[in-house]
């Protein structure tokens, strides 16, 4: 099973994260992500034996960072991955935490965090951007997400969900 750790835009966010993807013009193939897949990729896990699923449900129930606000404010087309993102230009401290937390418990490689919600995949042609007004949510809890590739679109499972801790 293919598996990762995210966190989801509210409704809200992924309304106004939609009309911002609407109004990109891609030329084919390049195509739009359903609002309803919205998501920031926390820790790719990858293929995993199903076997390694509890490990994976007790590292995320272990993870301790409290909720933070995502804003995305850049429109960026990046061309290794063929994708456009909306993408936060400032990484809230509590996420780096959590990443951190998630890379160093899974052993994956710490690569480097840049937010974002991948808005449109498949962009062979640099498409023309527009600056993009900040789009905010308050990120109160992140998941374990089985991704199941091989339609138009990954279809996404949320298999647990943890809370980010509330610090007045
Ligand atoms: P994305 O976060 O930039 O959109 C589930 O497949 C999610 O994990 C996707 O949203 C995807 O990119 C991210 N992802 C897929 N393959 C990846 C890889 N090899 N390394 C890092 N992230 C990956």
């Given at each position: 099973m293919r598996l990762f750790f995210a966190l989801w835009p509210d409704a809200d966010a992924a309304t106004q994260l939609a009309g911002v993807a609407a109004r990109l013009s891609l030329q084919a193939p390049g195509r739009l992500v359903q609002p309803r897949n919205y998501h920031v990729t926390?820790?790719?896990?990858g293929e995993v034996a199903e076997s390694r699923l509890a490990v994976l449900r007790q590292v995320g129930g272990s993870l301790h960072a409290p909720h933070c606000t995502i804003a995305l404010d850049s429109l960026e087309f990046w061309p290794p991955s063929r994708v456009v993102v909306a993408a936060a230009q400032e990484t809230p401290r509590s996420l780096l935490s959590l990443w951190t937390q998630l890379h160093e418990a899974t052993g994956l490689p710490h690569a480097q965090l840049r937010v974002h919600v991948t808005?449109?995949?498949?962009?062979?042609q640099p498409p023309v951007l527009q600056a993009m007004s900040a789009i905010s949510w308050s990120a109160t809890n992140f998941s374990l997400v089985r991704s199941e590739t091989g339609g138009v679109e990954s279809a996404y499972t949320v298999l647990d969900t943890w809370p980010l801790l509330y610090e007045p």
């Open positions: 926390l820790a790719f896990i808005l449109a995949r498949k962009v062979a």
